[in-house]
């Protein structure tokens, strides 16, 4: 697949056809992957400064009333929570598209693609069962997205909910379930995968999903 990044170039205008076949292109399954990868690795980078500065927070219950003692967190929490959500939301994604090329091969994102809610793209795989703590995660995620892990506000009071504090434990849920739709990603795509309208990915190898790569083997 050619690189679609032409650095300081300006603004190209295809063709019917040739918008096509470059949309389908850039929504392989691979390139999902690719993302989702960038993005966990963002949010890693980030939490190697997560000591750097803390803030004091509240929990809060159901009503909005502080159920205990302020603790602290770190300043950085929210952030990495908004980039563990997007890339959760791509590798998901990834695997939607894998599975039925016919979600992006007419040129646009199906309907059930044009969500940010974790839980329920996650419910569209097949033989996919979160934990319930994995399954807490993705909904933290969820809010996180549109919401605190980018703005102070929601866009309507009706949408407020409660932020949680990324910590050790969380950061494991995360990549643990990071760690397995990855693979599945992968291993679905590593000999290729065709859109069904032309676009195609040739065959591909990582070490980093346990791949065995022989110097000798073909990619074609």
């Not at 809060?60 to 205990?68: A, G, I, K, N």
């Not at 409660?162 to 950061?171: L, P, T, Y």
């Given at each position: 697949m050619a690189n679609k990044t032409e650095v300081g170039s300006s603004p190209h205008l295809y063709s019917e056809s040739d918008s096509l076949q470059l949309f389908v292109r850039d929504a392989s399954p691979a390139s999902w992957l690719e993302y989702a990868e960038e993005l966990r690795d963002a949010a890693e980078l980030l939490w190697s400064h997560s000591s750097d500065g803390l803030r004091v927070a509240v929990t809060?219950?159901?009503?909005?009333?502080?159920?205990?003692g302020a603790f602290k967190v770190s300043s950085i929490s929210r952030t990495y929570m908004l980039l563990a959500g997007f890339a959760l939301e791509n590798v998901l994604k990834g695997i939607l598209v894998a599975i039925y090329p016919t979600r992006v091969n007419t040129g646009n994102i199906t309907r059930d693609l044009r969500?940010?809610?974790?839980?329920?793209?996650?419910?569209?795989?097949?033989?996919?069962?979160?934990?319930?703590?994995?399954?807490?995660?993705?909904?933290?995620?969820?809010?996180?997205?549109p919401y605190w892990g980018r703005y102070p506000i929601p866009?309507?009071?009706g949408g407020l909910?409660?932020?949680?504090?990324?910590?050790?434990?969380?950061?494991?849920t995360f990549l643990g379930i990071f760690d397995l739709l990855a693979h599945q990603l992968y291993?679905?795509?590593?000999?290729?995968?065709?859109?069904g309208v032309g676009p195609q990915t040739l065959k591909m190898r990582s070490n980093k999903?346990?791949?065995k790569i022989h110097l000798g083997?073909?990619?074609i």
């Open positions: 809060l219950d159901q009503q909005f009333v502080p159920s205990e969500s940010h809610n974790l839980p329920s793209l996650a419910a569209k795989i097949p033989g996919l069962t979160l934990s319930d703590q994995e399954r807490k995660f993705c909904e933290s995620a969820t809010a996180a997205i866009l309507e009071k909910s409660i932020e949680i504090g990324v910590d050790e434990q969380v950061r494991k291993w679905a795509v590593r000999d290729g995968w065709d859109s999903y346990e791949d083997d073909s990619l």
